[in-house]
């Protein structure tokens, strides 16, 4: 006999609440969308007429291209800053046992778990008192603060899936530290860096708080110059800016899209070891 299953009135509630978040999620995006293309639009539901002209003055009027080269400049850089300092750490992370490792690993995820604008003042504070903020240097300094231990979270478990046997079998053939990591462990942790990079380069691009402290008028990324195109005193077409809302978007569907191709969400899992007694 095949067995019915019976939805409980719970489960129904929490399938409506989603299925509702969703239309109206759909709905925003889709008249912000709409907007962008419409020459006209008053009290109808769709505009009288459609042009592209808005991303064309979009472009030129907030000046899309050096706002991009800033953001791409600025998000490479931090990716590879981050990987650079947090695959060598999360190496030792996860290979020594040591005082105060996991106190270490909690501190590594304050920076997550905490929200960006509650140590993005104090650290603004800081970066504008030395000159730094206000240049690209201070944007990347202040987004590296939750991308590296994004990393090192990210790159942890991947660490942890390599056989120590292997590094010790590299070095009783004579290899050094470096060629190890260079030449054994490096191809093995490529989907692991690659997988962090693309993540960081997506948190990066969509980082707001910490990029809207520290830049200045040459250093905004996307996001940035878009909340100061909405904001900024004068008159300008509302459909110039939505243009500019669908671009990031875009943007940043293309990027999570990549993401999710490349990035296996059970491997960021770390694995908890208990330690030897």
């Known amino acids: 006999m095949?067995?019915?299953?019976?939805?409980t009135p719970g489960a129904w509630l929490v399938w409506g609440a989603v299925g509702f978040f969703f239309v109206l999620l759909a709905g925003v995006i889709g008249s912000v969308l709409v907007?962008?293309?419409?020459?006209?639009?008053?009290?109808?539901?769709?505009?009288?007429?459609?042009t592209t002209q808005w991303y064309g003055q979009?472009?030129?009027?907030?000046?899309?291209?050096?706002?991009?080269i800033v953001t791409v400049e600025i998000s490479v850089l931090v990716v590879a800053i981050s990987v650079l300092v947090g695959v060598p750490a999360s190496y030792v992370l996860a290979r020594k046992?040591?005082?105060?490792?996991?106190?270490?690993?909690?501190?590594?995820?304050?920076?997550?778990?905490?929200?960006?604008?509650?140590?993005?003042?104090?650290?603004?504070?800081?970066?504008?008192?030395?000159?730094l903020a206000g240049h690209m240097a201070g944007v990347v300094l202040a987004n590296l603060v939750p991308s590296i231990p994004f990393v090192i979270l990210t790159m942890t478990p991947f660490i942890e899936q390599v056989d120590p046997a292997i590094e010790r079998a590299a070095r009783m053939c004579g290899a050094r530290t470096g060629q190890v990591f260079a030449r054994i462990l490096a191809?093995?942790?490529?989907?692991?860096i690659l997988a962090a990079s693309i993540l960081v380069l997506v948190r990066t691009v969509g980082m707001f708080e910490l990029t809207f402290l520290t830049a200045g008028p040459d250093s905004q990324t996307l996001v940035v110059a878009l909340y100061y195109t909405m904001s900024a005193a004068g008159i300008r077409a509302q459909q110039s800016v939505d243009a500019m809302a669908v671009i990031y978007t875009s943007m940043m569907l293309v990027l999570l899209v990549v993401a999710l191709r490349f990035v296996n969400p059970t491997q960021l899992v770390a694995r908890v070891k208990e330690d030897v007694e």
């Open 2 to 7: 095949r067995r019915r299953i019976v939805a």
């Open 35 to 50: 907007s962008s293309f419409g020459r006209r639009w008053f009290d109808t539901w769709l505009p009288q007429s459609w």
């Open 58 to 68: 979009a472009w030129h009027e907030f000046t899309l291209l050096d706002v991009l």
């Open 97 to 131: 046992n040591f005082p105060g490792r996991r106190l270490l690993y909690l501190l590594f995820l304050l920076p997550i778990l905490m929200p960006p604008i509650t140590y993005g003042i104090p650290l603004a504070t800081v970066l504008y008192k030395y000159g």
């Open 187 to 192: 191809p093995l942790l490529v989907p692991g």
